[in-house]
């Protein structure tokens, strides 16, 4: 997924840090000013909004599971947030997270509709962390050891009528006031965005 390819990984045993391109001006501010001042053209204006919501409210969507379209109830529930320790201990030169800590968003989803899956879910992979109004950086495979979350490779057969909490694993600056949680039903989706006091 395009969040997952980014300009540099750092390999460590237990997780990898995908570096925000944000870091670099890659163009994933909210705000991006190659496009101030130019006139919005009927394909930008059809386009979805961003859907905000508030903590534990949900929205629905529907994701392509290997081939198949499955809808989902999707529900961010909380952000646990960790400390610059527990950052160093994450990748594999703790100068590499100087002033950061680790950010777990737990979503709940909840398969509504379509048939059983023959495979590991993707439907969590498009879900990212931003703070301050900056995406974070990703720990590819921090998630699934966090305490509340779930191994997408243990749902396979997930049928119509089930939930899973799914998590991601971000690293976000200590400092950070504002942090959400973005997911959307494909990488170029416009996303729901839910606002969550870090716990």
């Known amino acids: 997924m395009f969040h997952r390819n980014t300009a540099l990984r750092l390999t460590v ?6 570096l925000a391109l944000t870091a670099c001006g890659g163009g994933d ?11 919005k053209d009927d394909a930008a204006a059809s ?10 409210a949900s929205t629905t969507g529907k994701v392509d599971e290997d081939g198949t379209a499955i809808t989902y109830d999707v529900a961010a529930q909380k952000v646990d947030l960790g400390t610059e320790a527990d950052a160093k201990k994450l990748v594999q030169d703790p100068e590499d997270a100087k002033g950061l800590v680790p950010a777990v968003a737990h979503l709940k989803f909840t398969h509504k509709g379509g048939a059983a899956l023959t495979a590991s879910p993707d439907v969590a992979d498009t879900t990212e962390i931003w703070a301050d109004g900056t995406r974070g950086g990703l720990l590819i495979g921090a998630a699934e050891d966090a305490p509340g979350c779930e191994d997408p490779l243990d749902l ?3 049928k119509k009528g089930e939930s899973h909490v799914l998590c991601e694993t971000y690293l976000v600056p200590q400092a950070a006031k504002d ?10 989706g416009k996303p729901a965005i839910w606002s969550l006091p870090a716990k």
């Open 47 to 56: 386009q979805p909004k961003e859907e905000k919501l508030a903590a534990g």
């Open 13 to 18: 045993p237990t997780a990898v840090l995908a």
């Open 29 to 39: 501010s909210k705000s991006d000013s190659s496009s101030e001042g130019k006139p």
């Open 179 to 188: 942090l959400e949680v973005h997911w959307a039903e494909k990488e170029d």
């Open 156 to 158: 396979e057969g997930w």
